[in-house]
């Protein structure tokens, strides 16, 4: 018996049926591939109005996207400063310190609220490998073991030059975008501040379930830190971000989270504030703006420009006529598919009848 | 004590002697095991697993590491160790690794486990070992027995050892065996004591065996052993016929004893015990090399990602320095590597195992397949060559018991020139014979036949019940009352020998003892088994209602159950079914074969006195001199004579002449033989199988000098075959002609037509067979490999020079030939069919004189130029020789089928080997790949399950490696926009489901399940297998295509993404995901598209598919906040599908990507449509259009006109 164990241990997984019972195999329309069997036919009659339904559809699609789309206003400013007439040209040296420079904007119509107010890089590679990957979020969830030992793939940007633990550690945050913007209306003259509300501009999980801060020693913030330093390029502590509002400072700043979730392409932007307060609640006035805009990130280096967005949305976001214009194309293709096929279905159908006789 | 002195010998005959000596244990039994003698040689403890507890789980890595597959994927994942080079996480990276290792320890670790209980199951079995501390047989376990000991073995249970057999309960020292465990055959084997101790008496005592036993090295050879015994200086030769076989069971005997001889791993059987072949399959073969073309599109796309580069802002390297742009570049390429490994798919080959271990199962479960008679279902014996079946190009079949039934009808024979037609006997054959449904006119006769059964009272019982020639049956009578038993007349003598030789001269076992083989069925499986034995026996029956002869029939039908349960009906065991037939033929004259021991065969005569006849020796019977004879002594005249059967060129050379003194009665002789060999040229004519019987009386003198010669070459262990064969030739000399008979061997049923099939499925058939050239070319007309119409070349010439002439010759008017009866209309497409008319027959002389010289070249031209190819009187070198030239010259995919041991190279050597199990043992199925029970079965298995197995297969392959390339390129795109870093925007844990889980079922679903057209047109239009045999589903193109599509709908699902979420502030993971979904809409819906046929299957799949996606993904986004540290995914899938836009770009990219899919089978209908138009009425499609619309759906194809043309053209 165990010589035919051995031989033919494979067959007889297939072997359903005991050895006392016959060999026969179940007649059964799964065994026997039977099964019934639905086969798509692309035949002309379901084809043709198949591709006029669907080309309708998209069409409908796409002129809703379309006109969507076209809805949304958007003001790029450009303060790179590359050129020498550009305000901003004065701080792209590197001796500038603490350099402000101002752009001016006139809006011709109402800029219909909410308006979103956007920074922009290009060239800007957040999401390099080696880049993306160097942060801890250990430290960033607010354990503080890791304030002392921050882990290595933060490195260089891990501990100081007198190893000195780095918080917030790696690439990432060290390169944390530091220009400031304020926003004035010119009214007779007359400055006046568009308010910039820089809360709930991150993902609300970042916020309150990845990072969070450490816990408060001695009553105070700032002890949480003690014994590590801040990145290189930063000019102060993370538990100092926003003078303005205790809260939003540490990791839990609200323009810190938004650098966090890096960008997916080199051109990207973040956004940075919304206006949607007081006398702005219903959108930027027709007038003259000036944007007062504190110059620190270099990005002329490798090339990169820097802009500032101001935008309002709809349902499908920021503009873009990318979708609604594909969507047209290729509802038209597929209506254009169907016409020539039911010419050629009409042409042939006559001689495949003409044969039948 | 005279066995000690063996023991400085026992230990000097090491691992360099060719023999291997034995002694006795017992002197030995209370000693040290390093004084035991036979210490060296292996227990009985068979150990059949691989690993140890300890040792699975190097040994089993060690073994996976074999795999070129695993070897890169560990490289790759110790490639992310590197951290300079490194892609994601080190340990994340080898998690494909680890699953694949795991899941294929897995299987290995389970497999190996019921190996390991059946061997603690065998080697715990209880068996009888003599003990000298206890004068007699104790209970032992099978691992206890070492070899030199003395183990009995009691009927009905399995030898544990290779046993030479000492003793056996039966007084003439015989034991029977059942090798079915070993081989399959049922019929008993008998096994003899060791000559010389027949004589021993009863008990059997192994104390006092002080003999040395001198055996030949453990081999393989079941039908093979040698030896012999010293004891004082005597050696007493012995072979395979005193050796008890392990595995095999004891039966008709009590108990049998003997001395271990092999135990464990040495056994025949466990040498023999081989791992199913591996055989790799042209189709992966093929694979291979794409997979080296992904290989090379790797290296390009990393090359690309190596000298990419872009200036990067605020990234230093660890270390805060600037690496070298060169440094740089390698490692980028590196990255690349670990990024886009998943190109080559590796998973691909444990999904093809699966996909065949699912079409293996199909195969299996085919009740098409299911043979009812023998209660047996196909047999997949290789699993990884299912699709091989449907691109077969040569099939090689035997004949005997493949096209034919190998059950044996005696149907004529010819004593001393006199032929008897047995007329009756051969229309009775007819009734259950495939000829009915030929010949409508056959009713008439079979009225006769049964008129004639009625008038004579005669029932068949049995298909190989003969009804005697009147005249015939007259003479003998007439014979027998003339004389007394030994004094017949010369004239009436010759023909009562005749009948003794009949059922003398055989090994056919007479066995009365059938219960106690216990293989009776139970009722009612017998009755369920015996009913329809034939529906032409039905018909018989309802045709002659009413008449007396209704009983016969009913008889008839239930043969099975009463011969084997009678109680004192006499069952033949018989291991050729000639012999057998003779048996029966022999009987139904009256000379029934009551009795075969190895001293003694009892025959009873038609008078009903029985002659016993002492049997001298057996000549068996060997391929080299085609016959076999016995030496009996006559119990009444003391006469030695020497019956002789075999085929006629085997005899009629050794027929006396010489010596006769008489001159007349040399011509007499001369007369008979001139007479006879007449007789059996008109027996070939008719597909007879023949055989020479003849006589001889042998001298007292010259048999005792023989015997001296025979008993030397008996004892012999170098050539011993040659001299034991030059022996029997030396006897076998003047011989007198007693007669001649024709067998029968009929046809089984629907051959013709699967040869029909086979050959309109483009497939060329050769028959190679042992039989004679006029039996074969018969049998090949009657199974239409040969048409009356055809023209057939034979060659039968020992002549290399004129064959060589005459090639040239052949080969021109073969040519001329094609000419001429080219079909116009298919001209263009199918060379195959335009070589209609020629078929070759080669006789076995000349086709060795093809097979050595450089005649080769020629003879292969020829065979592609024929129809049909029929090779006799081959050697089963040569079979297996001729689908070798056939298949290397060629390079054609070519299939063996056979069912006897001669046909075991022939199968080893194709592609494909078939085996039948049929009346002659199972070795052919053993060698074989797929075992089926009738020829008819080999049309569905190639047409319809082969095509299935090949389509299936080669779309899935292809759908594999564009699912690859389709998903990794998406990666690749993303290297423009990543600085080519090696980032990707899906996390790794999706990317590992996606391959996992997402779209793993699916393709394996739609290798196992699809079907592009149903059996019943692909049995119908059998035209449809060639797409098959031309590689038309698995092509270079079709894989190219594939990966052009891949790419397109890659950048498809890259860049709408990308062009709608430009400039935006959507960080990594969010425009991943819609690339993702979209990538998995396009794959799924991809397949969806490839399918032809939905089944309830398919819909669970593939929607299950997309359930499961959404499911893992929303799950996995919403609890892993930080798994999977540098690149969380968290709620990233959320935020998405509250978005609209995610589903609009989904939609979009979907379409957009599917679009070119979609118009092609349409573009593809309507071009194909243009060509038919009526004005080109000519111009059919060509046949792979035509293969190409059906694969577009076949109701579909059924409707175009195409098809009604063509059936119009078919008709």
Same mark, same amino acid.
């Given at each position: 018996k165990y010589k035919l164990d051995n031989r033919k241990s494979n067959v007889d997984m297939f072997n359903l049926t005991g050895p006392s019972r016959t060999n026969r195999p179940d007649n059964t329309a799964f065994t026997q591939q039977r099964l019934p069997a639905w086969q798509p036919i692309l035949s002309a009659g379901i084809v043709i109005p198949g591709f006029t339904l669907i080309g309708l559809a998209f069409i409908g699609v796409g002129v809703a996207l379309f006109v969507t789309s076209q809805k949304i206003t958007d003001l790029e400013i450009d303060y790179t400063g590359v050129a020498a007439t550009s305000p901003c040209f004065k701080c792209t040296s590197f001796a500038a310190e603490n350099c402000m420079c101002q752009m001016e904007f006139t809006l011709t119509t109402l800029f219909e609220g909410p308006v979103f107010f956007y920074y922009g890089l290009t /060239?800007?590679?957040?999401? #390099? @490998?080696?880049?993306?990957? /160097? $942060?801890?979020?250990?430290?960033?969830?607010?354990?503080?073991y890791y304030f002392n030992n921050p882990q290595d793939s933060c490195a260089p940007y891990q501990y100081d030059s007198n190893n000195n633990p780095i918080v917030p550690c790696g690439s990432i945050a060290n390169s944390m975008f530091s220009d400031t913007f304020q926003l004035y209306q010119v009214v007779n003259g007359m400055k006046k501040q568009v308010p910039l509300d820089g809360k709930g501009i991150a993902w609300w999980t970042d916020y309150n379930i990845k990072y969070s801060n450490p816990a408060l020693v001695n009553g105070s913030f700032a002890n949480a830190f003690s014994g590590t330093v801040k990145p290189v390029n930063w000019s102060k502590p993370v538990y100092e971000l926003d003078p303005t509002d205790q809260a939003n400072n540490g990791f839990l700043n609200q323009n810190f989270l938004v650098w966090m979730r890096q960008a997916a392409l080199p051109k990207f932007q973040k956004l940075y504030g919304r206006i949607a307060e007081g006398d702005y609640a219903q959108g930027l006035p027709a007038g003259n703006y000036t944007l007062l805009i504190n110059y620190s990130y270099p990005v002329i280096s490798f090339g990169g420009t820097k802009k500032v967005v101001l935008s309002n949305v709809s349902w499908m976001g920021g503009k873009n006529q990318f979708l609604g214009i594909a969507y047209l194309v290729i509802g038209s293709l597929c209506i254009v598919m169907a016409m020539v096929m039911l010419i050629i279905y009409a042409k042939y159908k006559f001689t495949d009848d003409d044969e039948d006789m | 004590m005279s066995w000690i002195t063996p023991i400085p010998t026992a230990r000097c005959h090491g691992a360099d002697e060719p023999t291997r000596t034995v002694v006795s244990n017992l002197p030995y039994e209370d000693q040290r095991p390093r004084n035991q003698p036979n210490r060296r040689y292996a227990g009985n403890a068979v150990k059949t697993n691989k690993y140890t507890l300890w040792s699975f789980l190097p040994i089993n890595l060690c =073994?996976? #590491?074999?795999?070129? &597959?695993?070897?890169?994927?560990?490289?790759? &994942?110790?490639?992310?160790?590197?951290? =300079?080079?490194?892609?994601?996480?080190?340990?994340?990276?080898?998690?494909?690794?680890?699953?694949?290792?795991?899941?294929? &320890? *897995? $299987?290995?670790?389970? %497999?190996?486990?019921?190996?390991?209980?059946?061997?603690? %199951?065998?080697?715990?079995?209880?068996?009888?070992?003599? /003990? @000298?501390?206890?004068?007699?047989?104790? =209970?032992?376990?099978? $691992?206890? *027995?070492?070899?030199?000991? #003395?183990?009995?073995?009691? &009927?009905?249970?399995? *030898?544990?050892?290779?046993?030479?057999?000492?003793?056996? /309960?039966?007084?003439?020292?015989?034991?029977?065996? =059942?090798?079915?465990n070993l081989d399959g055959e049922t019929n008993l084997k008998q096994r003899r004591v060791v000559s010389s101790f027949c004589a021993v008496k009863s008990p059997f005592d192994p104390l006092s065996f002080n003999a040395t036993v001198i055996c030949e090295k453990p081999n393989n050879n079941l039908n093979h052993f040698k030896g012999f015994l010293e004891k004082d200086q005597i050696k007493i030769g012995f072979g395979i016929e005193s050796l008890l076989l392990r595995g095999c069971t004891v039966r008709n005997t009590a108990a049998a004893s003997g001395i271990v001889v092999y135990a464990g791993h040495d056994t025949k059987s466990m040498l023999n015990n081989n791992r199913p072949r591996y055989k790799r399959s042209r189709v992966e073969s093929k694979m291979n090399k794409e997979v080296l073309c992904c290989v090379f599109l790797l290296f390009c796309m990393c090359l690309i990602g190596a000298v990419g580069d872009v200036p990067i802002y605020f990234i230093p390297d660890s270390d805060g320095n600037e690496t070298p742009s060169v440094v740089a570049g390698v490692y980028r390429f590196l990255t690349m590597i670990i990024l886009l490994q998943v190109i080559i798919p590796i998973s691909l080959y444990l999904s093809i195992e699966l996909v065949k271990m699912g079409q293996v199962f199909f195969i299996t479960q085919d009740i098409d397949l299911y043979d009812k008679e023998k209660d047996m279902r196909m047999q997949c014996r290789a699993l990884n060559i299912t699709e091989d079946l449907g691109q077969i190009q040569y099939v090689f079949s035997d004949k005997t018991g493949t096209l034919t039934e190998n059950k044996m009808v005696f149907r004529r024979c010819t004593i001393m020139g006199t032929e008897y037609p047995h007329t009756e006997n051969g229309e009775s054959g007819k009734w259950n014979g495939v000829e009915l449904a030929w010949k409508p006119s056959v009713s008439a006769r079979r009225h006769t036949g049964m008129l004639w059964c009625i008038k004579h009272g005669l029932l068949l019982s049995h298909s190989l019940e003969v009804i005697p020639d009147q005249n015939l049956l007259w003479s003998v009578k007439e014979v027998e009352r003339r004389g007394v038993a030994g004094h017949w007349g010369l004239q009436g003598a010759t023909h009562l020998e005749f009948f003794l030789a009949l059922a003398i001269c055989n090994t056919v076992v007479v066995s009365t003892e059938t219960a106690q083989r216990q293989r009776v069925r139970d009722p009612v499986q017998s009755t369920l088994y015996d009913i329809p034995t034939s529906s032409s026996s039905v018909v018989s029956e309802d045709e002659v209602q009413g008449t007396p002869c209704k009983g016969h029939t009913r008889r008839r039908q239930t043969w099975t159950a009463s011969s084997l349960a009678g109680p004192k009906e006499v069952h033949y065991e018989a291991q050729s079914p000639d012999e057998a037939a003779l048996v029966h033929a022999a009987k139904a004259y009256g000379f029934t074969l009551l009795e075969r021991t190895p001293s003694h065969v009892s025959v009873r005569l038609p008078s009903g006195t029985t002659l016993t006849y002492e049997v001298l020796d057996v000549l068996t019977f060997d391929s080299v001199r085609s016959r076999m004879s016995i030496i009996v002594r006559h119990p009444h005249t003391k006469e030695i004579i020497l019956y002789t059967k075999g085929a006629d060129s085997g005899i009629m050379e050794r027929l006396q002449n010489s010596f006769e003194d008489r001159s007349q009665m040399k011509s007499e002789s001369r007369v008979i033989a001139n007479k006879t060999q007449k007789h059996l040229d008109m027996y070939a004519n008719d597909g007879l199988r023949t055989l020479c019987f003849t006589r001889k009386v042998v001298s007292e003198k010259n048999y005792y000098d023989w015997l001296v010669l025979r008993q030397g070459a008996m004892a012999a262990i170098d050539r011993k075959d040659e001299l034991v064969r030059k022996t029997a030739a030396d006897m076998e000399t003047n011989l007198t002609l007693l007669g001649a008979t024709g067998i029968e061997d009929r046809l089984q049923e629907n051959v013709p037509e699967t040869i029909q099939a086979l050959r309109e499925a483009g497939i060329q058939v050769c028959v190679l067979t042992g039989d004679k050239l006029e039996t074969a070319v018969n049998i090949a007309y009657s199974c239409k490999l040969l048409d009356q119409q055809d023209l057939v070349f034979t060659f039968n010439t020992e002549n290399t020079v004129q064959i060589q002439l005459s090639f040239p010759q052949l080969l021109h008017s073969v040519h001329g030939c094609r000419g001429i009866h080219c079909n116009p209309v298919f001209s263009s497409t199918c060379p195959a069919t335009a070589q209609a008319l020629v078929g070759l027959v080669i006789d076995g002389r000349t086709l060795g004189l093809l097979l050595d010289s450089d005649l080769q070249e020629g003879f292969v031209q020829l065979c592609t130029h024929c129809r049909a190819i029929l090779c006799c009187r081959t050697t089963p070198l040569q079979k297996s020789r001729v689908v070798t030239l056939l298949r290397s010259k060629l390079g054609v995919m070519t299939l063996a089928i056979g069912d006897g041991a001669n046909d075991v190279n022939m199968i080893q050597a194709a592609d494909v080997g078939v085996g039948i199990s049929g009346q002659e043992g199972m070795q052919a199925v053993m060698a074989s790949d797929f075992a089926i029970s009738r020829f008819k079965h080999l049309k569905k298995l190639l047409l319809v399950h082969g095509h299935w197995c090949y389509n299936r297969l080669a779309n899935m392959i292809i759908y594999f490696f564009y699912k690859n390339v389709a998903y990794v390129n998406l990666l690749f795109w993303y290297q423009f926009f990543c600085g080519f870093s090696g980032t990707a925007m899906i996390d790794y844990w999706f990317m590992i489901f996606f391959n996992l889980f997402f779209t793993s079922a699916p393709p394996i679903m739609f290798g196992i399940m699809d079907r592009e057209v149903s059996a019943a047109v692909l049995l119908q239009l059998p035209e449809l297998y060639r797409r098959g045999q031309h590689e038309g589903g698995y092509r270079r193109s079709t894989f190219w295509i594939a990966i052009a599509d891949a790419f397109y709908q890659s950048l498809v699902c890259f860049f709408v993404p990308y062009w709608t979420y430009k400039g935006s502030d959507i960080d990594i993971f969010t425009l991943g995901t819609p690339m993702n979904t979209a990538s998995l809409f396009t794959i799924i819906f991809h397949l969806a598209i490839e399918i032809k046929s939905w089944t309830v299957v398919h819909w669970v799949i593939m929607v299950g598919s997309v359930v499961v996606y959404f499911v893992v993904t929303l799950a996995f986004c919403a609890m892993c906040v930080s798994c999977n540290p540098p690149s969380d995914p968290y709620w990233t899938m959320q935020e998405q599908m509250s978005d609209p836009m995610f589903y609009l770009v989904c939609i979009l990219t979907t379409v957009v990507a599917l679009l070119p899919r979609l118009r092609f089978p349409l573009a593809d209908r309507y071009i194909s449509q243009f060509l038919s138009k009526p004005s080109e009425m000519s111009c059919l499609p060509r046949l792979g259009e035509l293969v190409a619309l059906v694969s577009l759906g076949e109701t579909y194809f059924q409707n175009t006109f195409v098809f009604r043309r063509f059936k119009l053209l078919t008709k």
């Open positions: /060239s800007y590679y957040q999401n #390099f @490998r080696t880049y993306g990957v /160097s $942060k801890d979020g250990y430290q960033l969830s607010g354990d503080t | =073994e996976q #590491f074999r795999r070129l &597959a695993n070897i890169y994927f560990v490289g790759i &994942a110790a490639l992310n160790f590197i951290p =300079e080079v490194n892609a994601f996480q080190p340990q994340v990276a080898l998690i494909p690794i680890c699953v694949i290792l795991t899941l294929t &320890a *897995i $299987k290995d670790a389970w %497999e190996d486990f019921r190996r390991y209980q059946s061997d603690r %199951e065998l080697n715990g079995t209880p068996c009888l070992v003599y /003990s @000298r501390s206890q004068h007699g047989f104790v =209970e032992r376990r099978w $691992k206890d *027995i070492q070899v030199g000991d #003395f183990v009995q073995v009691l &009927a009905n249970d399995i *030898i544990p050892a290779d046993i030479l057999l000492l003793h056996a /309960s039966d007084p003439n020292g015989v034991c029977h065996m =059942e090798t079915a």
